[in-house]
């Protein structure tokens, strides 16, 4: 059974730095591409990153290029996402998701999902 385990979240102020950790386990991931998105009270969920198992490709959602990093530790099956220069609109509930095939933005393109860890940025 596929388990995604998020970890990491926190209360931080605004301008400082957090690194959350996705730890996968059920599935061999040498195909999948695993993806951060984000969701604030009242508000759909946002795609945040995705990085591809094996290549390493990333991408990143507009609003945090230059200031987030995804990447990935193979030998343990973990993400992680390090949040820098942290703004209060960062403010959310973050999820580790993972699909089979290349990253995307869309969130109905993953289908494994964590349970999700809160991100509190205050100003």
């Known amino acids: 059974q596929v388990q995604l385990v998020e970890s990491g979240g926190g209360l931080v102020q605004a301008g400082g730095s957090l690194r959350l950790s996705c730890a996968a386990s059920g599935v061999t991931f040498s195909r999948y591409t695993m993806g951060w998105f984000r969701q604030a009270p009242g508000q759909e969920r946002e795609f945040v990153a995705a990085i591809t198992w094996s290549g390493g490709s990333t991408d990143y959602g507009d609003s945090v290029v230059g200031r987030f990093t995804m990447s990935r530790d193979g030998a343990k099956n973990t993400v992680y996402l390090q949040m820098n220069s942290l703004k209060p609109e960062d403010t959310a509930v973050y999820y580790c998701?993972?699909?089979?095939?290349?990253?995307?933005?869309?969130?109905?393109?993953?289908?494994?999902w964590g349970q999700g860890t809160q991100v509190t940025v205050s100003a």
């Open positions: 998701a993972a699909r089979i095939g290349e990253p995307s933005r869309a969130k109905f393109m993953y289908r494994y």
